[in-house]
C-alpha cells in the first residue's frame, strides 16, 4: 500500500521548551501500522517533537523513517530498552510492540514514570483454546501497562476497556496519501496481468488465517462458470502461502498470488472490485484505500469494518462464502452499482481524518501525559 506521506506543515516549537523526546515501536512489518508511524514521523517531526522508531530492520528499508525525520534503531531487546530510557513517552503500535515496550520500559530504572501510548492497530476475534488464553492475557498485561490506549475503532477501544485499560479512546489512523509519482495507467497494470479481456478482482493483505482467503477460494469456485472468468489477484505473504497454492493447483482455480507488492495501490486501482474476506478487521487499509480510489468493495461484516465504510461497500456475512461469491458477482453484472459505489466511496473517504488531524490529536494525548507527569 501507498507510504509516502503528505507535505508537513511549517515546523512549530509548540512546548517552548527542550523538543519532547518520543520512541515509536513496531512489532512487525504490517502496512498499515508501519505506514501510520511514517505518517506520524513526519508530522511530529515537522512539530519540533524527537522522534525515535524501533522496528525491524526490513520496516526501515520499506518505509525509510530516517526520510520521515525520525532516528532509527534495531528492534533487538537491548537497542529497546536504550531508547526507551531515554524517551520522555514511548508510543507502542501493536499489542505485541505494546508488550515489548512494557517490558522494556519495566527492566530499565531510568524509564520508570514514562508514560506508554498503544495504539491497537488491529488484533482477532476471541479464540478458544490455549492460544486464546494467551491472546487475551498479553491483551490483558498491555492494556493495564498502558498510560492511553488509542483504538482504531470502536470495538477496539470496548475490547481495551474490558482487558482493564484505564483509558481507552477511540483514534482513527489516517490513510497516507499517495506519492507524487504518477501511478502506471490501470490499462497497462491489466495488460501485465493478462486480464485485458476479463474482470480483476484484488484482495491485500498477509497470507495468515484471519484474512480469510480459504473463504475466499471457496467463492472462486463459483466464478469459474462466469464468462468471461475474472481473475483474483492477492497480494500478500505469509505462512499459508504453500497451502493456498496447492489449493490452487489443485482446484483449477482462477487466482494468482503475486507475494508481497509495493505497488498494492496501483494494483487496486486498475481493478473492478476489491474483496475483503477477513474474519476480523480494525482500520482496514485495503478498504481505506478502495473507498478513496473509487474501487467497488466487497467486506466481510466485522469488526471495524461497517463503521469504517458506511453505506459505501456491500457488506456480507463472515463464513458465507456463496453470499461472498454471490456479491461480487452482482457486482461484476452491474457497471452502474460498481459507478454508483465508487462514488460513494470516495464520499465516505472525504468524511475520514486527514494526517494531520492524527498527528494533531495524538500530539494532545502527548501534551496530556507529559502534563500529568510534571504536576
Do not use: N
Not at 15 to 41: F, I, K
Not at 300 to 318: F, K, M, N, W
Request: aromatic share 4%.
Amino acid at each position: 500500500m501507498s507510504s509516502s506521506p503528505v507535505s508537513p506543515p511549517a515546523p512549530a516549537q509548540p512546548y517552548g521548551r527542550e523538543p519532547l523526546r518520543t520512541v515509536h515501536v513496531l512489532g512487525g512489518v504490517g502496512p498499515g501500522s508501519c505506514a501510520h508511524v511514517r505518517s506520524l514521523a513526519t508530522g511530529l517531526a515537522a512539530r519540533g517533537v524527537r522522534v525515535t522508531v524501533c522496528a525491524p530492520v526490513e520496516a526501515e528499508g520499506a518505509y525509510d523513517f530516517t526520510g520521515a525525520g525520525a532516528d532509527f534503531t534495531p528492534d533487538a531487546a537491548t537497542a529497546l530498552r536504550a531508547a526507551c530510557a531515554g524517551a520522555d513517552l514511548v508510543h507502542a503500535h501493536g499489542v505485541r510492540a505494546g508488550m515489548r515496550a512494557a517490558l522494556a520500559l519495566r527492566g530499565d530504572r531510568r524509564a520508570r514514570g514514562v508514560p506508554l501510548v498503544v495504539t491497537w492497530h488491529g488484533g482477532a476475534p476471541e479464540v478458544e483454546g490455549a492460544l486464546g488464553r494467551v491472546g487475551r492475557l498479553l491483551e490483558r498485561h498491555v492494556a493495564r501497562a498502558a498510560s492511553v490506549v488509542l483504538g482504531t475503532s470502536w470495538d477496539q477501544v470496548d475490547l481495551a476497556r474490558r482487558r482493564g485499560a484505564r483509558d481507552a479512546r477511540l483514534a482513527a489512523v489516517a490513510v497516507p496519501a499517495a506519492g507524487p509519482e504518477p501511478a502506471p495507467e490501470p490499462e497497462k497494470i491489466r495488460a501485465e496481468l493478462g486480464v485485458v479481456e476479463r474482470p480483476l478482482l484484488i484482495a491485500v493483505g498477509s497470507l495468515v488465517a484471519r484474512r480469510g482467503y480459504g473463504l475466499l477460494l471457496e467463492a472462486a469456485r463459483e466464478w469459474r462458470a462466469l464468462d468471461p472468468v475474472p481473475l483474483l489477484v492477492i497480494a500478500g505473504e505469509g505462512p499459508l502461502r504453500a497451502e493456498l497454492s496447492r489449493r490452487i493447483e489443485a482446484e483449477g482455480l482462477p487466482v494468482r498470488l503475486l507475494g508481497r507488492r509495493r505497488d498494492a495501490d496501483r494494483l487496486l486501482a486498475a481493478a473492478d472490485v476489491a474483496v475483503l474476506p477477513s474474519r476480523w478487521e480494525g482500520r482496514s487499509l485495503l478498504a481505506q484505500e478502495a473507498l478513496r480510489a473509487g474501487v467497488a468493495l466487497v467486506a466481510t461484516r466485522v469488526g471495524g469494518v461497517p463503521e469504517l465504510v458506511g453505506d459505501a461497500a456491500v457488506l456480507v456475512p463472515y463464513g458465507d462464502a456463496e453470499a461472498l461469491a454471490g456479491a461480487v458477482t452482482a457486482l461484476l453484472a452491474d457497471p452502474e452499482r460498481r459507478t454508483r459505489l465508487a462514488e460513494a466511496g470516495r464520499a465516505q473517504a472525504a468524511t475520514w481524518p486527514s494526517e494531520d488531524d492524527t498527528v494533531a490529536q495524538v500530539l494532545a494525548v502527548y501534551d496530556e501525559l507529559m502534563d500529568r507527569r510534571r504536576t
